[in-house]
């Protein structure tokens, strides 16, 4: 079954409370046994890289608004950069006791959003996040390790940005979406069954 958010975060209420980060292992195991686990029928071999990842996961309270657009997921390369120099050493200091050394990439979700959403828009709302955590490439354009073995990681972009009124004014084309676009056609690879079989708490049909 899927993890929900704790209740205390996860509630809207009038009574104003404090801006709170709660580490969520449960998050995290479930994240493992759905997305990288190679037996999970909801497995996506792009997310392999991740299994030897150290992942951090928090749930919180925190309203994010950014460019007219609530900010509902984010993931972020440890350790943390542009900041003076206690602001980053405060930081490091409390990821590190969060998650009992430093991550690689630490993934923040918002717990008020998440507890509203149905199966297949968590899910994709997870997976938008994993996709965010790369593994770099190098000069050959093959995936990079470190001389320790491990992937060395990047923070990827979005495969498209795009304004809808450029789509429907000029065609994918020229908006450069063809491949979004035909991906949308095709429907969504993952069914209900699997959502089903991995979160268990409804049914409602993918978008």
Known sequence: MRPHPPEELATFSDIEMLDRFVPAPDLLSWIRTTFLD?????????????????????WTNCNNSRNMRSVIGQAEIMPPMAMGKWQKARAIQQIEEWFDGMPDFLLTFSAPAASGMDDPTFCALIEHELYHCAQKLDKYGMPAFGRD???????RGHDVEQ?????????????????????????????????????????RAAA
């Open 149 to 155: 073995g491990r992937p060395q990681f990047q923070i």
């Open 163 to 203: 304004f809808v009124g450029v789509v429907e004014r000029y065609g994918a084309g020229a908006a450069e979406v063809t491949a979004m676009v035909d991906a949308a056609q095709r429907g969504p690879t993952i069914g209900r069954a699997s959502i089903a079989g991995a979160c268990g708490t409804c049914l």
């Open 38 to 58: 190679e037996a999970s029928p909801l497995y996506n071999h792009e997310h392999a890289h991740l299994q030897e990842a150290h992942l951090g996961v928090l």
